[in-house]
């Protein structure tokens, strides 16, 4: 089978929806499919390909096709670039577009729809509730020019969990929606780096005990939230650090002023984005794994937190209930005690957190591999 994944950026600071658009591309190339990845020029490429080589089993099988990103005016309308990737859905058995409202995911759609290929669309928790009220204004009129038609004749909907397929309601589309979640490679995780790594990068955190967040640095992240807990349960415990890594999306500047309002200057630690093996390394040093979310579709560092073995705390709008129901971590309320009071709970108790880490390794590798996800996606093409 001929499949083609269209996303409009590759670059690692978008997080989620690339990592997700790399592995299951990887994952289907190595069931034998002949698969690619139409995306437009990447911005630091050296950076992408390290992360392929070490994140992504395989990746050497996907071909990619990068597109003119040299004006803002093809970006919004890419009339330079558009037979070349006109003929890349038209020679495709299925076309799989990740994310909603950019230009090039809208327009992959409509050619794929006029020559009758099918296609998918992931909407990596773009259609939820709180992120069609950001900008809502743009977003209802973008769904009434043309989205939601485009949204309604899907060969289906790609949901990474069921909570975000109810989400959708709402909305009314037509299209069918599978529930088929994120995953991680197994051979990653059999040969993890040791945490000296991170020790070695960050020497001031050696012989520390820390809470670990790590995503990127916006609103949405829950990162007010984290501050006002971590302030909360240092009233308590007095002997743990909090470490925040990822890039900065806009709201590193109000971090920072929390972080000094609340005088936590000496215990906050902002490290910047995390890679590689250096990113393991800081999973295998933390005492545990922190995300206060508003909303997330299917989070990649939850999972990846699991498989090291590391206690998560996260919450309800993470949608993965399954951390409560197998013990590995504490889902709570967007709610400033009960998150300090979970993180108190897992840095208290090291036998607990050792059976956490344990439930939640035995979860992913069971149930949430890219393999897993590979196979039941092209089942459903």
Same mark, same amino acid.
């Given at each position: 089978?001929?499949?083609? !994944?269209?996303?409009?950026?590759?670059?690692?600071?978008?997080?989620?929806?690339?990592?997700?658009?790399?592995?299951?591309?990887?994952?289907?190339?190595?069931?034998?499919?002949?698969?690619?990845i139409?995306?437009?020029?990447?911005?630091?490429?050296?950076?992408?390909?390290?992360?392929?080589?070490?994140?992504?089993?395989?990746?050497?099988k996907?071909?990619?096709?990068?597109?003119?990103?040299?004006? %803002?005016?093809?970006r919004?309308?890419?009339?330079?670039?558009?037979?070349?990737?006109?003929?890349?859905?038209?020679?495709?058995?299925?076309?799989?577009? !990740?994310?909603?409202? !950019?230009?090039?995911?809208?327009?992959?759609?409509?050619?794929a729809?006029?020559?009758?290929?099918?296609?998918?669309?992931?909407?990596?928790?773009? /259609?939820?509730?709180?992120?069609?009220?950001?900008?809502?204004?743009?977003?209802?009129?973008?769904?009434?020019? @043309?989205?939601?038609?485009?949204?309604?004749? $899907?060969?289906?909907?790609?949901?990474?969990?069921? &909570?975000?397929?109810?989400? =959708?309601?709402?909305?009314?589309?037509?299209?069918k929606?599978?529930?088929?979640? *994120?995953?991680?490679?197994?051979?990653?995780?059999?040969?993890?780096?040791?945490?000296?790594?991170?020790? *070695?990068?960050?020497?001031? /955190?050696?012989?520390?005990?820390?809470?670990?967040?790590?995503?990127?640095?916006?609103?949405?992240?829950?990162?007010?939230?984290?501050?006002?807990?971590?302030r909360?349960?240092?009233?308590?415990? !007095?002997?743990?650090?909090?470490?925040?890594?990822?890039?900065? &999306?806009?709201w590193?500047?109000?971090?920072?002023?929390?972080?000094? &309002?609340?005088?936590?200057?000496?215990?906050?630690?902002?490290?910047?984005?995390?890679?590689?093996?250096?990113?393991?390394?800081?999973?295998?040093?933390?005492?545990?794994f922190?995300?206060?979310?508003?909303?997330?579709?299917?989070?990649?560092?939850?999972?990846?937190?699991?498989?090291?073995?590391?206690?998560?705390?996260?919450?309800?709008? $993470?949608?993965f209930?399954?951390?409560?129901?197998?013990?590995?971590?504490?889902?709570?309320?967007?709610?400033?005690?009960?998150?300090?009071?979970?993180?108190?709970?897992?840095?208290?108790?090291?036998? =607990? %957190?050792?059976? =956490? @880490?344990?439930? @939640?390794?035995? /979860?992913?590798?069971?149930?949430?591999?890219?393999?897993?996800?590979?196979?039941? /996606?092209?089942?459903?093409?």
């Amino acid at each position: 089978m001929k499949i083609l !994944h269209v996303i409009d950026s590759l670059d690692l600071f978008r997080g989620g929806p690339v990592v997700c658009a790399a592995s299951i591309a990887a994952s289907q190339a190595a069931q034998g499919n002949d698969v690619s990845i139409l995306s437009y020029d990447l911005i630091e490429p050296e950076k992408f390909y390290d992360f392929l080589k070490f994140n992504v089993p395989g990746s050497d099988k996907i071909n990619f096709v990068f597109i003119s990103n040299d004006s %803002a005016f093809e970006r919004r309308y890419p009339v330079k670039s558009i037979s070349k990737f006109k003929l890349k859905i038209i020679d495709s058995d299925v076309v799989h577009v !990740h994310g909603m409202w !950019h230009p090039l995911l809208y327009k992959s759609c409509v050619i794929a729809k006029k020559n009758n290929i099918k296609y998918v669309l992931t909407p990596h928790g773009m /259609l939820d509730p709180w992120s069609l009220s950001q900008k809502r204004f743009k977003k209802k009129l973008a769904l009434a020019l @043309g989205w939601k038609s485009i949204l309604n004749n $899907c060969h289906y909907l790609h949901a990474l969990n069921d &909570d975000e397929a109810i989400l =959708m309601g709402p909305l009314g589309l037509k299209s069918k929606i599978e529930v088929i979640s *994120n995953g991680v490679f197994e051979e990653t995780f059999s040969n993890l780096p040791d945490k000296e790594i991170f020790l *070695n990068k960050f020497p001031r /955190l050696r012989g520390k005990r820390f809470i670990l967040f790590l995503s990127r640095l916006h609103y949405k992240k829950g990162l007010d939230f984290l501050i006002d807990s971590y302030r909360l349960f240092l009233s308590r415990v !007095h002997d743990v650090d909090l470490v925040i890594a990822g890039p900065d &999306d806009g709201w590193k500047d109000e971090l920072l002023g929390l972080i000094n &309002d609340n005088d936590l200057s000496e215990k906050v630690h902002i490290i910047g984005p995390v890679y590689n093996e250096i990113k393991y390394s800081a999973y295998l040093s933390a005492s545990c794994f922190c995300l206060p979310s508003r909303q997330e579709g299917f989070s990649i560092a939850i999972t990846e937190a699991m498989a090291c073995k590391l206690p998560v705390i996260i919450s309800k709008p $993470c949608n993965f209930n399954e951390v409560d129901t197998v013990k590995a971590g504490f889902v709570v309320d967007l709610d400033v005690n009960e998150i300090a009071e979970a993180m108190i709970k897992v840095v208290s108790d090291k036998n =607990m %957190a050792d059976k =956490m @880490g344990f439930n @939640g390794s035995n /979860l992913i590798f069971t149930k949430y591999t890219w393999e897993h996800v590979a196979r039941r /996606l092209v089942a459903a093409y």
